[in-house]
């Protein structure tokens, strides 16, 4: 039975994958409240109390740190009326974690960290911010082993950790009426749109492949985060190119259901090691095979000729053999079937929940 109030923290202004994941656990999970950032008021639905706060990233420049302090303060003090004594904050980033630290000795609070990025295993990391991290957090959840190895690198207590893989629900939607529907072969990209995501390797395939004569359309799908990226990105398929790809910009998660069920193909080429990229979850939920980069925890998703297929990243050419391997349906089809059996297995949000539930009893 709950004992102590469930309260869930996310200071992240973006939409990625695990963000949504967080804010459906919010919806899930018998959390009281919710603390989220003022910047996704209005493109997220929560059915709990909900509190928005201004919060601001650290980077690597003056502006970043002076808006961080000027509105930490403000923050802190709305915080510190808001929670209560002995509370359990699962929070979702590393700037959620910032404001966990005060309240864990003021409010006596349980700290869960569901965390799902690394950082650089610099002298400054392990001597100070796993530090940080392993007072603050009383349990960290991962979503995959290889972020597991990642956090013990730079110094996270293996003792705090525990793996817990990602899950989601399965809708099926009919390819045949999406208004996405095209005679060719169709492969989509999705994610927000910048030089880590690959999608500068996609367009330069699908460019390779029609001028050996294997025609596609693509499809670049999530909203624009590196506006110089996107620009040189679309300069690669003005003119001769203009109806090789196609740009949905921001859409919402039904909505990019909808475009993937359509996909013949889909490709995940990120160039920098993600943990366990939801989109890839979502292509086997949707009985789609998978060209992915063999890099970070995607090899724990994707085995090649089971499920799809790996490639280095940043290599245009492999990406483009990889489409010409999966040409044939029947291929397609035998590798979707088995990447939907791995995804029931291991993936299921059924699943997913009860394990993030047993470990935030504590």
Known sequence: MQKQRWVGFSASKVLGGADIIFHNLINNLPITVAILNLNLKDKIKINKTVSFFRFHNVDKNTRSIVLYIKNYFPAFFRLNKLLKKGDIIICNDFLALTYCFAFKFIKGADIIFYCHSAFTPSLFNKLFLSAFVNLTAKKIIVPSFFLESELIKTGILKSKIRVVYNGIESYHTKETESEFHHPLLKLGIFGGIHTQKG????????????????????????????PEFYNRIKEKTNGLYDELIEYTGFINYNETRELMAAMDIVVCVSKYRETLPTVLLEALSHKKPVIATEIGGIPEIIETHVNGILVPADNPLDLANAVLQLKEPDIRKKMGKAGFEIFQRKFTWKQFLNRIENEINI
């Open 199 to 226: 999608q500068d390797t996609f367009i330069d395939a699908l460019i390779h492949l029609k001028t050996i004569g294997f025609e596609t359309k693509g499809y670049i799908v999530g909203d624009i985060y590196d």
